[in-house]
């Protein structure tokens, strides 16, 4: 069955780094768009960056350009966020989705990012 997993997340004192990772399986992975969102309880789900199937062209939202940085290697099924400089507004839970069209979009169950000193 299809799954996205997930790992790196954790607790971090502001201006230090985390590197998120998110497996595929169950699908064709280099044919889907990948992203990366996150949310805060009470909050929407917000797009944090964005990769092409093949990798060619990324997308970062203005709150993290120049921090972060969404990668993938299609021949492990691996998307990845590289945060740097981190900042307690970047606390959240960090989930990856996987997207070809309406019919085949799939989510992970996230992983927390805690940041504060």
């Known amino acids: 069955q299809v799954q996205l997993v997930e790992s790196g997340g954790g607790s971090v004192q502001p201006g230090e780094s985390l590197r998120l990772s998110c497996v595929g399986s169950?699908?064709?992975?280099?044919?889907?768009?990948m992203s990366w969102y996150r949310q805060v309880p009470g909050k929407e789900r917000e797009l944090v960056a964005q990769?092409?199937?093949?990798?060619?062209?990324?997308y970062g939202s203005d709150s993290v350009k120049g921090r972060f940085t969404i990668s993938r290697d299609n021949a492990r099924n691996t998307v990845y966020l590289q945060m740097g400089k981190l900042q307690p507004e970047d606390t959240a839970k960090y989930f990856c989705?996987?997207?070809?069209?309406?019919?085949?979009?799939?989510w992970g169950q996230g992983t927390q990012v805690t940041v504060s000193s």
């Open positions: 989705k996987a997207y070809l069209n309406f019919r085949n979009e799939y």
């Open positions: 169950g699908f064709t992975f280099s044919a889907y768009i």
């Open positions: 990769i092409t199937a093949n990798g060619e062209q990324t």
